[in-house]
């Protein structure tokens, strides 16, 4: 086997806006290591290493490096493939005939797992090959750190879009009063709680709506947040909503996409209509369910949405801080990976004080597989139904700035 002189990239799992930004902060850090000839990038994640396609990032000039930060969604392309043992050992033997020493994935929960097996399988084969994690996920829901890349953006652009969707409710309001959109999470409500920030900042002072307040700005919206950390029945749900539609005239409410009931089922019912490779399972919209059953109860039109790959992909809607963190956490993994350290995943920790600061660390890829960390109880308001101030004091640093005012003049 050749000396080890290369460094593999890949991106695995679900795009955030900022993915691309971690490569370059990982391919900034390996330019910059005398010891790394050839950067190479895998196409297609796992599938890349598989099937030996590469892209030479080593090629890329300082315009192109600035573009591809900016650039949202993974560049070189994604993959969900859990692979079996014999792929991961013909894996790890094709990186060691490249002179491959360093490997650093950009990605979650389930690519800590592909990485955590990849780490093991050099280590029972004997191959030199050092392995280091670079986070990622609009789900925010890696254990161990304060938050993740990818989640400050997708915040930020969910703010935007309820924000939209509240001016465009407010006016149609005497047609269709309400509006359900369902976010990402799985099974955590981080995404979902940020869409507090969609309020006017008079507005998010508060943490619940103040009983018998007339409040018919767009201002005031969401009205409702569903989250999967308090799960309820369907029926209260309905009234909840029903709630805010008397007090407000209309209702926008956010609920995550695995909301379930209070007996922790899936609030549609039925069985999974799919099931990924890492086992987990996708069920009938609980948006939709709501909306129907609006309908149903209250005879009123409840309008159904679901801006996925928007959260995730909006060109042009980065946090700046959310970008700045991905770069850094990109260089981390490899200068990391370049010190000899293997097994592990570059962390985000918030430092206490009112100033917003970070630094980066380490835990190891085994404790980050197959976890996920839920919405703490102190960033959850008392209703249930919506977050409170300590949550708001969290998020807004990581968005990069106040979104943009609007006007409503529809009230005399």
Known sequence: MPDPDTLVLFQSGGPTAVVNASLVGAIRAARSDERVRAVLGARFGFEGLLGGSYADLGELGPSQLGRLAKTPGPALAS???????????????????RGVGWLSVIGGNDSADLMQRLHLCALVLGVPLNVVGIPKTVDNDLPFMDHTPGYGSAARALARYVRGSA?????????????????????SGWLAAASALARSADRSRRASPLPGRHR???????????????????????????????????????????????????????????TDPYGHPYFESP????????????????RYERPGSFLRSLAGGQSRIDVAEAVAVGAEAVRRALAGE?????????????????????????????????????????????????????VRPLVGGRLPDVMDLSQG
Request: glycine share 8%; charged share 25%; net charge negative.
């Open 216 to 274: 018919s700005s767009a201002g005031g919206a969401p009205h409702v947040i569903f989250l999967p950390e308090r799960p309820r029945p369907l029926a209260h749900m309905v009234q909840e909503v029903r709630v805010a539609l008397e007090a407000s005239g209309f209702a926008v409410v956010v609920i995550s996409e695995n909301q379930t009931n209070e007996r922790s089922e899936p609030l549609a019912g039925g069985a999974a209509l799919d």
């Open 342 to 394: 293997s097994g592990i995943m570059v962390t985000v920790e918030r430092a206490p004080g009112p100033q917003y600061r970070v630094s980066l660390g380490t835990a190891p890829l085994e404790a980050i597989a197959r976890e996920e960390r839920r919405l703490p109880d102190e960033f959850i308001a008392t209703s249930g139904t919506d977050v409170t101030p300590a949550f708001l004091r969290y």
């Open 167 to 187: 001016l465009d409710t407010a006016a149609l309001r005497r047609t269709d009063p309400v509006k359900i959109i369902e976010v990402p999470g799985r099974n």
């Open 287 to 302: 948006g939709l369910a709501l909306a129907a059953a609006i309908r149903q109860a209250s005879g009123v039109s409840a």
């Open 79 to 97: 993959s969900r493939l859990r692979p079996s043992d014999q792929d991961l050992g013909e894996a790890v033997r094709s990186l060691a005939e």
